[in-house]
C-alpha cells in the first residue's frame, strides 16, 4: 500500500504502463489527481482509493476489477471518469454501487 498526499500527473504519459502493483491511498481529499493517469491507454489494472473525482479518460483497457475497487473504496461525493470502453464495461452491479456510495460515473 502507498500513501500520498500529493497527486498532480504522476503517472501522466505513461504510455506502456500496464500495471500498479500496490494499492494507492490518497490521505488529503485535496489532492488532484484528475491528470494523474492522462497518456496511459494500456493501464489495466490499478487499485486507487480516489478521495477527489479522478479520470481515466485515456486508458480504455481498465479493467472491471479495477473499477469495482475504486467505487467500492471511493470517497462519497467524487466523479470516476472513464474511457468510453472501459464505460461499456460498467455492470449494473457497479452502478447501483455508485448510487449507493454517492459516486459518478462518467464517460468523455
Known amino acids: 500500500t502507498i500513501q500520498l498526499s500529493y ?17 494507492i491511498i490518497f490521505r488529503a481529499k485535496t489532492v488532484d489527481v484528475s491528470n494523474m493517469f492522462r497518456g496511459c491507454a494500456n493501464l489495466k489494472e490499478v487499485f486507487i482509493v480516489p478521495r477527489s473525482s479522478i479520470s481515466f479518460s485515456g486508458s480504455p483497457l481498465l479493467s472491471e476489477t479495477s473499477m469495482q475497487y475504486m467505487i467500492a473504496n471511493g470517497e462519497s461525493g467524487i466523479t470516476i471518469t472513464l474511457h468510453p470502453d472501459a464505460y461499456a464495461r460498467v455492470t449494473d452491479e457497479m452502478f447501483t454501487l455508485a448510487g449507493e456510495r454517492q459516486i459518478t460515473i462518467a464517460s468523455t
Open 7 to 23: 497527486g498532480g500527473a504522476m503517472f501522466d504519459g505513461c504510455t506502456a504502463l500496464e500495471t500498479i502493483e500496490a494499492r
